[in-house]
């Protein structure tokens, strides 16, 4: 069965972050990425960025996070929490950047 201990540790063994904030308190981990996304729009192809956040879903429960939430990732900015998924353990949490 894996734990919270072994999600903490996933993480932190493919670039998890101890220093990203959401609402000015800093997470236990979590992982930024940045993707490109490319987006069927009316008959074109549009690219973008997608930023998503991935964390322990415990931390986002215990904290109480929720979609509008202020995210602060070094070097790369400040986002929004766009949505918030659960993956078995594992919150998978789309940023945007305006609020």
């Given at each position: 069965m894996e734990t919270d201990?072994?999600?903490r540790a996933m993480l932190l063994a493919v670039g998890g972050q101890k220093n990203i904030t959401v609402n000015g308190a800093t997470l236990s981990v979590a992982l930024f990425t940045s993707e490109p996304l490319d987006l069927p729009f009316d008959g074109l192809r549009v690219s973008t960025d997608a930023p998503?956040?991935?964390c322990l879903m415990s931390e986002v429960r215990q904290?109480?996070?929720k979609n509008g939430d202020a995210v602060v990732v070094p070097?790369?900015?400040e986002f929004w929490i766009a949505d918030i998924g659960n993956e078995s353990g594992l919150a998978v949490i789309p940023l945007r950047k305006e609020p």
């Open positions: 201990a072994d999600r998503q956040l991935a904290r109480d996070l070097d790369e900015g």
